[in-house]
């Protein structure tokens, strides 16, 4: 399948560099799967598509201040994106995987925030390996010195309110660079009249890593390398979504990371079941999903992979329509912009 068909445009006045305030006065177009037109409301508004039994499945992953401004002992500024660990250093301490922008090699001392950390190996694919001494909490670092990684269409700095905007309300497991963002738009209250309708949630945690930003660049999709993120989804988990399939309810994906670690459960060679490890699972038409009926999420880049995965519920003309409605009604897009129900 062509990538091309995957391309849209976007005027760049709809890409959102800020948050709406409150979290769920962004917007919401909502529609079914297949067909028909499209209702257009708020966040504030979701209760009224949802009904007793539905399940929301939330990423509950927390983004930490991943982006590391020093420089190198020898001389010379250079930025550094935290990825995840990647097990222990030589001497005790902790192994990062990451991005570095400015020119280092293996053995080069960076400086970052008085802490000395080495280049232990640099990759094909562009990725660093940093080691830091032995006693260094690296996430405790981060919180001291580093900024909150903004995607690159968000073009600003980041801000002191992005700590806590650019993070979900129940985020409490640090590990991801890039917010799931469908999840930015709920609150406590909200959480709770959805409780008070019969609506309940479960957990998954979804590292996100910056392949998320990566368009895919090759002719067909099927020849595109997907990324891989680290995901788990307990038992209690589960058991949520087979309770409410038995009882006739949907289980709706709050975000395509939800979406992401919910088929990489399924995939097992048993079928659903607790899951835990990496997934390089790329969701595409002709496929299907086998545990999503319907999905909160945010409006997406031109040929990303998450676009391809959102076309797996609506098909890929519909999906163009729905983003033809959106951008003739001028909904806010991407990481800090409006959202879409699809049910």
Same mark, same amino acid.
């Given at each position: ?32 799967? #297949?067909?028909?037109? @499209? ?14 039994? #539905? ?7 927390? +983004? %930490?201040? @991943?982006? /590391? ?19 222990? &250093? ?9 991005? +570095?922008?400015?020119?280092?090699? +293996?053995?080069?001392?960076?400086? /970052? ?18 080691? %830091? *001494? ?5 996430? &405790?670092? =981060? ?8 995607? *690159? ?26 917010? *799931? ?49 680290? =995901?788990?989804? *307990? ?7 087979? @309770? ?8 709706? !994906?709050?975000?395509? $990371?939800?979406?992401? $670690? ?26 299907? /999903? ?15 992979? /998450? ?18 409605? !959106? ?5 806010? %897009? ?10």
């Amino acid at each position: 399948m062509d990538t091309a068909r995957f391309d849209y445009t976007l005027p760049p006045q709809l890409i959102a560099q800020h948050p709406a305030e409150p979290r769920d006065a962004a917007r919401l177009l909502v529609a079914a799967r #297949d067909q028909g037109e @499209a209702t257009h409301a708020t966040i504030a508004d979701l209760a009224r598509f949802l009904r007793p039994g #539905d399940l929301l499945v939330l990423n509950r992953t927390r +983004v %930490f201040p @991943a982006r /590391l401004f020093g420089a190198k002992v020898s001389g010379g500024e250079v930025e550094v994106l935290l990825v995840h660990r990647d097990g222990g &250093a030589a001497d005790g301490g902790e192994r990062w995987r990451c991005l +570095v922008r400015g020119r280092v090699r +293996v053995g080069q001392a960076i400086d /970052l925030g008085g802490v000395i950390a080495t280049v232990s190996a640099c990759d094909e694919n562009g990725d660093r390996k940093l080691d %830091f *001494p032995a006693g260094v909490d690296v996430l &405790a670092l =981060c919180e001291r010195i580093g900024h909150v990684p903004l995607p *690159p269409y968000i073009r600003r700095g980041d801000e002191a309110g992005d700590r806590e905007r650019y993070q979900s309300v129940f985020a409490d497991r640090p590990g991801s660079v890039a917010a *799931p963002t469908a999840s930015l738009h709920l609150t406590p209250a909200l959480l709770e009249r959805l409780r008070a309708l019969g609506v309940e949630t479960a957990l998954v945690d979804l590292a996100i890593g910056p392949g998320t930003f990566k368009p895919v660049s090759t002719e067909r999709i099927e020849d595109h390398l997907i990324h891989a993120e680290h =995901c788990s989804c *307990p038992s209690e988990t589960i058991a949520a979504i087979v @309770a409410c399939q038995q009882r006739g309810g949907r289980v709706i !994906a709050v975000g395509t $990371t939800v979406v992401r $670690t919910l088929e990489s459960a399924a995939a097992q060679a048993g079928g659903l079941a607790p899951y835990a490890g990496w997934t390089s699972i790329f969701l595409h038409p002709p496929q299907t /999903l086998r545990v999503v009926d319907g999905l909160l999420t945010n409006f997406h880049l031109p040929r990303s992979s /998450l676009l391809m995965l959102v076309s797996c519920l609506t098909g890929i003309d519909r999906l163009h329509m729905l983003y033809r409605e !959106a951008i003739a009604r001028e909904y806010r %897009f991407y990481s800090y912009g409006d959202a879409m129900l699809i049910l």
